[in-house]
């Protein structure tokens, strides 16, 4: 099972990082580019344990369903989130949160399967880690522009 693992340093509150992490309108604000609206399930404010949110959006020019589930929290430090249906095998998404010196760490670790098998591994290689490790640094960099400046109180 591939796994995609970033590390994205905040200058902001723990507390701070890991609500705006867990937060569908700033999910939709991050996903612009894909057009991620929240159709189902939890579709504003912070998600928590045992909800869950089905997202419709366009990636790689087709229109997708995804619904996922937030199978563990433990605020401020820890929160996963897995996919109960759509278009990968499985993927499990784990937040990892530590802070020291007025900086928050966010550590992402995605792993996934792609869907068709030997073609879904074909495309892992050729272009789908690629993909996605793109869309979470996207994502990661506005959760730090929100956290880091005043914004974040316009989502909290």
Do not use: C
């Not at 905040?10 to 700033?26: N, Q």
């Not at 604000?29 to 997202?55: D, F, M, P």
């Not at 430090?77 to 900086?103: C, I, P």
């Amino acid at each position: 099972m591939p796994k995609i693992t970033l590390e994205t340093a905040i200058s902001a509150d723990i507390h701070i990082v890991f609500d705006l992490v867990r937060s569908i309108d700033l999910h939709k604000i991050s996903t612009a580019n894909s057009g991620e609206e929240a159709i189902a399930g939890k579709t504003s404010g912070l998600i928590e344990l045992g909800e869950t949110v089905t997202w419709r959006a366009r990636h790689l020019g087709v229109r997708q369903t995804l619904t996922s589930m937030v199978t563990a929290l433990d605020s401020p430090s820890y929160f996963a989130d897995e996919m109960v249906r759509g278009a990968f095998k499985r993927f499990l998404h784990e937040h990892f949160f530590t802070m020291e010196n007025g900086v928050t760490l966010m550590v992402d670790v995605f792993h996934y399967t792609a869907p068709l098998g030997v073609l879904g591994k074909l495309a892992d290689h050729i272009f789908l880690e690629r993909y996605m490790t793109r869309f979470l640094k996207t994502r990661n960099t506005i959760i730090k522009q929100f956290a880091e400046s005043e914004q974040w109180k316009t989502i909290l």
